[in-house]
């Protein structure tokens, strides 16, 4: 019985035949009669040849057996005389046998560490055994499902897409990430993450991006338009570079936030922002400190805020507007402060 998703040898067989088609649109001559090519096919098909020679799959089997026709048929061609092609076969296969099988095994334990890195720094931990029986099986592409529920309402489906090239590694594509709110059943937000994209986004990312949540990547501000999709269904990206002139330093400044006195939690708080975190901050309202959240909003250069019950709210709502007053004040005299200090000190101050 076939056990694999996919003939190995087939699809290996396919990639050669694939390779060769390209050539023969390049180069006017035959092909078929041509000695490099003939000498690179015979080792490609050994190679095959050695890498799937304990297969118990009877349809990979088959193909080998049919490979070693074809094999036979090149080796004449390229070797008529039969004392060479008896002493290839007897010195020089078995040779060249075990060190493709040492190349593969060293290959495709390489490729299966480099996946496994860079899946678990995307943030899908625990893939490692899939992915690899997945390569065992040797198909052209494959995908792994991952689905979990972040809170009691809110659930994300992941499918991870991996693709082999013509060298036989396996590649991260990327992922394809669905958020679900059982509170909003009719709004289902999807949207591919390349991993071959300048801005690769780990799991936490994607999350707060599929939220409507700006995060920021390689300097820029990013944010799905959740009112426009591109013809494969993802949102287009709408894209905030510095000389849009959003300051999130300036932006926090205006606030009156219990972690800017401390330089360790102001670091943690921008960092937060920037992964596109909706966290939580505290704002000392005469002498007393009230709890509220806030995401970066770099569109309308500000920050939203909400409350304990997620209720988006204003600024002057969050503190009233005499609480603003004494920080415009206090912003003005700290900013006289600074010019008279860069004044003593030989500071033009533009």
């Known amino acids: 019985?076939?056990?694999?998703?996919?003939?190995?040898?087939?699809?290996?067989?396919?990639?050669?035949?694939?390779?060769?088609?390209?050539?023969?649109?390049?180069?006017?001559?035959?092909?078929?009669?041509?000695?490099?090519?003939?000498?690179e096919k015979l080792d490609y098909y050994d190679r095959i040849a050695a890498k799937y020679k304990g297969t118990q799959d009877l349809d990979e089997r088959l193909a080998l057996r049919m490979l070693r026709q074809e094999r036979s048929r090149i080796e004449k061609q390229l070797y008529p005389n039969l004392l060479i092609r008896l002493l290839r076969r007897l010195l020089v296969a078995p040779v060249k046998e075990q060190i493709v099988i040492r190349q593969d095994n060293r290959k495709t334990e390489q490729n299966s560490q480099a996946l496994h890195q860079q899946v678990q720094r995307t943030g899908f931990p625990d893939l490692s055994a899939k992915i690899d029986e997945q390569i065992r099986q040797g198909q052209q592409q494959f995908s792994i499902p991952v689905s979990y529920y972040l809170n009691d309402k809110e659930r994300i489906d992941h499918q991870l897409s991996f693709v082999k090239d013509q060298s036989g590694q396996y590649h991260f594509e990327?992922?394809?990430?669905?958020?679900?709110?059982?509170?909003?059943?009719?709004?289902?937000?999807?949207?591919?993450?390349?991993?071959?994209?300048?801005?690769?986004?780990?799991?936490?990312?994607?999350?707060?991006?599929?939220?409507?949540?700006?995060?920021?990547?390689?300097?820029?501000?990013?944010?799905?338009?959740?009112?426009?999709?591109?013809?494969?269904?993802?949102?287009?990206?709408?894209?905030?570079?510095s000389d849009y002139g959003y300051d999130l330093d300036k932006v926090l400044q205006q606030l009156p936030l219990r972690e800017l006195t401390n330089t360790v939690e102001t670091e943690k708080l921008k960092e937060a922002l920037k992964n596109g975190e909706k966290i939580s901050v505290s704002f000392v309202k005469d002498g007393n400190e009230q709890r509220f959240y806030i995401e970066a909003n770099p569109q309308f250069k500000s920050v939203n805020i909400y409350d304990e019950h997620s209720r988006k709210i204003t600024l002057h709502t969050a503190l009233g507007n005499k609480t603003i007053d004494a920080m415009k004040v206090t912003h003005k005299a700290n900013e006289q402060q600074q010019q008279q200090h860069s004044k003593k000190n030989g500071i033009k101050v533009g």
Request: charged share 25%; aromatic share 14%; proline share 1%.
């Open 1 to 39: 019985m076939n056990n694999s998703l996919v003939n190995r040898v087939e699809a290996e067989l396919n990639q050669w035949w694939s390779r060769e088609e390209r050539f023969s649109k390049l180069f006017s001559f035959n092909l078929s009669s041509n000695r490099a090519l003939l000498k």
């Open 174 to 241: 990327g992922y394809k990430t669905a958020l679900y709110n059982e509170a909003k059943p009719n709004e289902k937000r999807q949207q591919y993450f390349s991993m071959r994209h300048e801005h690769n986004l780990n799991t936490t990312e994607a999350y707060n991006f599929l939220s409507g949540r700006c995060i920021q990547s390689g300097g820029i501000w990013l944010q799905l338009d959740l009112n426009d999709k591109d013809q494969h269904g993802n949102f287009r990206i709408k894209q905030f570079h």
